[in-house]
C-alpha cells in the first residue's frame, strides 16, 4: 500500500536499469520481482509487521529490495552501516530492535530474533497505527547520538511527484537522512542507482566515467579530496551534469576551486537534517554560497539569526533527548544564517562559532582563508580557551611540504 506508487513507477520502466552494483544492472523487473520475494520471506521468517527491523549493509539489489519489502510490512526500519559498528549494540538497545538482517558483501542475507519489549512511547504510537517507520541516528560528534524516529509515509510522500529521471551515484550511505533522499528519488523518478564499494576520488570519478553518471551527491570535504588527488584529470566525466554538496559548510575556497575544475557543471548546495528531511534547495549561482531553500511541505523562519523549519515530513521526535521543537511546532536547526531576499548564507553551526573578545569567528571562514595558501592541503579550525580573550582561533594544517610552507606563512605574516 505504501509502496504502490513506486511500484508504479517500477512497472513502468521494467526494462530500465534500476541499480548498477559491482559491475552488474538491476532492471526495474528485477526490483519487483526481487520485493514481492522479501515480502515473502519476512512472513516466512516470522519477522511480524510493525515490529522494530534493523538493516545492516550498504546500498546493494538485496537490501534496496528489503527496504521496500519492510516498508510495505509496515515495520520500523533502523538502517545501520559498518561505519557505526563500534556503535552497534548502543544502537540496537536504544532503539529497541526486536530483528536483525545483515546484508553481506555478496549480497546474502542473514536473520536474528532479538528478545526486545518495545516500550517506548514513539514506537509504540507508530506500532498502533499500523505506520512503517525510520530511525536515523545522529553522529554523535558532541556526546551520544540522538535517535531521530521518522513516520516512513510522511518522508514519501514528496516523492509521489515524479520529476527527472537520471542516473545517480549514491555517495551517501541509507543510514543518513542524505542517503534515504538519494535512494527515493532515484527510484520515484525511474533513474539508475550506480552504487561504489569504496568512497575514494578515484573510485567514485571511475564510477561516473564507466556508467555516465549525470548527479554526483557529495560533501566539501570530499570535494576538496577530488582537488587534492587531481583524480578529476583521469576520468572522462563529461557525462556529469550536476554536483550537490551537503553535510558540512563549504569553505569559499574550495567551492571556487570545484568551479574552475567542473566549469560545465552546476554545483547545487543542498540542505537538510535528521530531524526534518531534506529542503529543496536553489544556489543563487554556482560559485555562490548563497541558497535559496523550502519547497513543498517547508517553511523557513530566522529567529535571533538561527534557522528554523516547520516540515511535513518533520521526524516524531528523538528516543533518546527532549523534543528540540518550538511550541508551535518549529525546528531550531543550530545554524545561523544571513538573509538577501529569498536566500540564506548558511555561516555554521552557532556551538562552533568561535567568540574571540566578544567577536564572532566562523571556522569555514577561516578555514577558506588559510585554504587558498600555497602547500596547504587542508585546514581544521577550532577555539581555544584564552585568560584574556576567552577563546582565541586555532589552526591545525596539513601541510604538502611543511618546512617551505612555514617559511611562506612566516613572510606573509
Not at 546474502?108 to 505506520?131: C, F, G, P, R, W
Not at 551517501?172 to 527510484?187: A, K, M, P, W
Not at 555562490?288 to 523550502?294: M, N, Q
Request: aromatic fraction near 8%; glycine fraction near 8%; hydrophobic fraction near 40%.
Amino acid at each position: 500500500m505504501h509502496i504502490d506508487f513506486l511500484l508504479s513507477v517500477f512497472e513502468d520502466c521494467k526494462k530500465d536499469e534500476a541499480i548498477v552494483w559491482r559491475g552488474g544492472a538491476y532492471s526495474y523487473k528485477w526490483l519487483i520481482d526481487s520485493t514481492k520475494q522479501w515480502i515473502e520471506q519476512l512472513h516466512e521468517n516470522k519477522i511480524k509487521k510493525g515490529s522494530i527491523v534493523a538493516v545492516h549493509g550498504d546500498f546493494s539489489p538485496n537490501s534496496i529490495a528489503l527496504i521496500l519489502a519492510l516498508i510495505h510490512n509496515n515495520n520500523i526500519v533502523v538502517p545501520l552501516t559498518q561505519s557505526v559498528a563500534a556503535n552497534k549494540d548502543r544502537f540496537l538497545e536504544i532503539a529497541e530492535v526486536q530483528y536483525s538482517i545483515s546484508i553481506d558483501d555478496y549480497d546474502n542475507a542473514s536473520y536474528e530474533s532479538i528478545d526486545k519489549i518495545v516500550t517506548k512511547e514513539l514506537l509504540i504510537k507508530l506500532q498502533h497505527k499500523k505506520m512503517p517507520g525510520l530511525v536515523l541516528f545522529s553522529s554523535g560528534s558532541t556526546g551520544e547520538p540522538k535517535a531521530a524516529v521518522h513516520d516512513f509515509v510522511a518522508i514519501l510522500n514528496k516523492y509521489k511527484i515524479r520529476k527527472q529521471k537520471k542516473r545517480m551515484l549514491t555517495f551517501l550511505l541509507f543510514d543518513h537522512i542524505g542517503g534515504v533522499n538519494t535512494l527515493f528519488y532515484i527510484l520515484s523518478n525511474g533513474g539508475s542507482i550506480v552504487t561504489v564499494q569504496d568512497r575514494s576520488p578515484d573510485e567514485v570519478l571511475g564510477a561516473v566515467e564507466k556508467y555516465k553518471v549525470q548527479i554526483l551527491p557529495t560533501s566539501p570535504s570530499f570535494l576538496n579530496m577530488i582537488l587534492l588527488s587531481e583524480a578529476y584529470k583521469r576520468y572522462d566525466l563529461s557525462s556529469l551534469e550536476r554536483i550537490t554538496y551537503g553535510t558540512e559548510t563549504m569553505p569559499e575556497s574550495t567551492l571556487r576551486a570545484i568551479n574552475r575544475v567542473f566549469p560545465q557543471v552546476m554545483l547545487q548546495q543542498t540542505y537538510g537534517l535528521s530531524e526534518v528531511g531534506i529542503l529543496s534547495s536553489q544556489s543563487k549561482s554556482s560559485d555562490s554560497l548563497w541558497v535559496k531553500i523550502g519547497g513543498e511541505g517547508f517553511k523557513t523562519r530566522v529567529v535571533d539569526g538561527m534557522l528554523q523549519i516547520k516540515a511535513e515530513s518533520a521526524m516524531l521526535g528523538y528516543l533518546n533527548a527532549p523534543s528540540p521543537f518550538t511550541d508551535d511546532g518549529w525546528f531550531i536547526t543550530g545554524d545561523e544564517v544571513e538573509i538577501d531576499g529569498d536566500y540564506y548564507l548558511i555561516k555554521g553551526r552557532r556551538s562552533e562559532i568561535i567568540n574571540v573578545g566578544g567577536q564572532k569567528v566562523y571556522p569555514a571562514e577561516v578555514e577558506s582563508v588559510i585554504l587558498q595558501m600555497d602547500g596547504v592541503l587542508d585546514a581544521v579550525i577550532t577555539g581555544e580557551n584564552n585568560p584574556i580573550l576567552g577563546k582565541i582561533v586555532t589552526a591545525r594544517v596539513h601541510l604538502a611540504d611543511e618546512e617551505e610552507t612555514v617559511k611562506d606563512f612566516t613572510r606573509r605574516m
